[in-house]
């Protein structure tokens, strides 16, 4: 973590402080957001063998049925507690690599090799099995019914489309605190000076924010910088200064939907979405499409990618407390931070954020 010199004390409270755990008041509710959906891994990580993930605080194992199916299950097998995911699949079951007992995708167990009997299976032999999907080339998980289905992001599903992914960006903050610094405009000449920001024009735009149910909307037109020799990735077309229009969709508690345009035929769509690892711990997903650039080689906007969230990611990791508080005094708004008191607000009203002083059973 870079320049840790503002951390003032030392010793277990102080450590305690640091991590945010100690900080009493408004933070994003995890027990809540079980019943959510969230993107927990990219197609590509799980394959033949299970995967490994952490939502929430709960150790997750992901792996496919015989067509290719998303299954997401408690990593805890419930004889010894062994993690599934260092075993194995066979057909529609996975197979602890402790003793072999065979669950299948409902999370039942349905052989225990030890028995004279493997199949005589105790009822309550199984582990919590989840809802689980695959979209827009990511695995998306809801620990309970999701009170609210995936946005839609028809441009990452047409074939005239180019689509790139990047990440995941594994930070030690909260997901919300990687969603305000995607969401912020105030820092872009600061943070991303000649990448997604003028220094010489850091003042932020004119932008209203519409909360409906749980999506907020706003759009934005603001100066950017040129296109680099480095990272030719944006489509605007020689304007002076170049002039950026942007329509956000936040969509709580952590994804985002951009559409970006300059004027012409050339369009860009992120979509951003931060997984809830832990109360302090989260991991971004960007899947990128245009309509223009087709040749150019995916690394370009990968490694734009990984330079723009590295810059962010010293920032955000000094940010204490770790975690959002939601309390609208908590911190300082100013008139353009429009979007950061519209998400507060609104993840209050939706029960998304509470008053978390009280220690609560999942060990925030
Ligand atoms: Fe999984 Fe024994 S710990 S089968
Ligand atoms: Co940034």
Redesign the pocket.
């Known amino acids: 973590m870079a320049g840790s010199g503002h951390v003032p004390a030392t010793g277990d409270a102080a450590a305690g402080w640091r991590q945010g755990v100690t900080a009493p008041g408004v933070y994003a509710d995890l027990q809540a957001q079980r019943a959510c959906w969230h993107p927990v891994a990219y197609s590509g990580e799980v394959g033949d063998t299970p995967a490994h993930a952490e939502l929430l605080g709960e150790s997750l194992v992901l792996w496919r049925g015989p067509g290719g199916e998303p299954r997401a299950m408690s990593d805890l ?1 419930v ?4 993690a599934l995911s260092l075993g194995r699949v066979s057909g529609d079951e996975i197979v ?1 690599p ?4 065979r669950y299948g995708a409902d999370g039942r167990c349905v052989a225990i090799p030890q028995l004279e009997d493997p199949a005589r299976v105790p009822a309550q032999a199984r582990v919590p099995a989840f809802k689980v999907q695959e979209r827009y080339g990511l695995i998306w998980v809801a620990l309970q019914e999701a009170r609210w289905p995936l946005p839609e992001v028809p441009e990452l599903e047409d074939d005239s489309w180019a689509v790139v992914s990047a990440g995941p960006y594994r930070w030690q903050s909260d997901a919300a605190r990687q969603v305000e610094n995607f969401t912020d405009f105030g820092h872009f000449p600061w943070v991303h000076p000649g990448l997604l920001g003028d220094p010489a024009r850091p003042v932020v735009p004119r932008h209203e924010v519409r909360t409906d149910g749980h999506v907020l909307r706003y759009s934005i037109v603001r100066p950017e910088a040129a296109n680099t020799d480095d990272f030719p990735v944006f489509g605007n077309e020689q304007a002076t200064p170049p002039e950026r229009r942007s329509r956000y969709e936040l969509h709580l508690p952590y994804t985002i939907t951009l559409r970006l345009d300059w004027g012409g035929q050339r369009g860009m769509v992120y979509l951003f979405a931060a997984q809830p690892v832990a109360a302090n711990r989260c991991a971004g997903y960007v899947v990128i499409g245009r309509n223009y650039n087709f040749g150019q080689s995916d690394q370009v906007i990968q490694e734009f990618e990984n330079t723009i969230f590295g810059q962010d990611q010293v920032v955000v990791e000094s940010q204490r407390p770790d975690r959002v508080p939601f309390d609208l005094a908590a911190e300082l708004h100013l008139k353009f931070d429009a979007v950061a008191v519209a998400y507060r607000k609104a993840m209050r009203a939706l029960g998304l954020a509470a008053d978390l002083s009280c220690p609560d059973p999942i060990g925030q």
């Open positions: 097998c004889h010894r507690g062994t602890c402790y003793h072999g007992w």
